[in-house]
């Protein structure tokens, strides 16, 4: 069983819906939570950085954090057609030698 | 600012052959990590580099190696070829080493071994 668990999709919904990504994950040391983006042919860009725990906003991305369940989630309101690529989710702990565990990726697509 | 640069984009191997890729971080950083991303496995993990030091290293054999040169530049070689290291190597660069210092992606190197 790997890690982090990230359903791979894909995802296609309609262009203003909210969408929703999740990972779940094993290792409960982890606390630095990250989720990144991928457009085709290109390396991945990072969206959203939360530590422990909580909510964090920012614009149209919400990514919200659950240790005791071991589950992190990407919202994104007003979804538009420049929001489709892979998104991956990452974390780390603070003692390990890995910079970074990534999720295998969710492929979204938004539909005009 | 100039984001992470890796050079080249897409390389054509045979097996047993030996490849470098090469990766400029942006500047002022001082860490690269290199991983390997595959449709099955996602992204792994390689190596980190700071100061020229290999200060962690993933669970890859031997054949995968790196360096990193005293302006940053950072290069990864493999040796030996095999098919399964059809990938794309992906270069990341932060301004520390520190487990929580975010990491800025380049657009990586498309390897394809036949």
């Known amino acids: 069983q790997k890690e982090v668990e990230q359903d791979p999709g894909p995802l296609s919904v309609p262009e203003g819906a909210i969408v929703s990504l999740n990972c779940t994950y094993s290792?409960?040391?982890?606390?630095?939570f990250m989720w990144y983006r991928q457009y085709s042919r290109k390396g991945p860009e990072l969206l959203m950085y939360?530590?422990?725990?909580g909510n964090k906003e920012d614009g149209r991305f919400t990514a919200q954090v659950d240790k005791s369940s071991k589950y992190i989630s990407l919202f994104i309101r007003d979804s538009q057609p420049s929001d489709s690529a892979t998104y991956l989710c990452a974390m780390n702990s603070n003692f390990g030698n890995e910079k970074l565990t990534f999720g295998t990726g969710t492929r979204l697509t938004i539909i005009p | 600012k100039a984001g992470v640069t890796q050079t080249p984009r897409y390389l054509i191997k045979t097996r047993g052959q030996q490849v470098t890729l090469s990766c400029s971080p942006i500047s002022g950083h001082r860490s690269v990590s290199w991983y390997q991303q595959t449709p099955g496995q996602g992204l792994q993990f390689l190596f980190e580099y700071f100061s020229e030091t290999q200060r962690n290293k993933g669970n890859f054999p031997g054949r995968f190696s790196g360096r990193q040169f005293s302006n940053s530049r950072s290069e990864m070689n493999v040796s030996t070829l095999e098919l399964g290291d059809s990938a794309l190597y992906l270069c990341?660069?932060?301004?520390?080493?520190?487990?929580?210092?975010?990491?800025?992606f380049g657009n990586g190197t498309r390897l394809t071994v036949t």
């Open positions: 290792n409960s040391a982890f606390q630095y």
């Open positions: 939360t530590y422990s725990s």
């Open positions: 990341a660069s932060s301004p520390s080493s520190s487990y929580n210092s975010p990491l800025h």
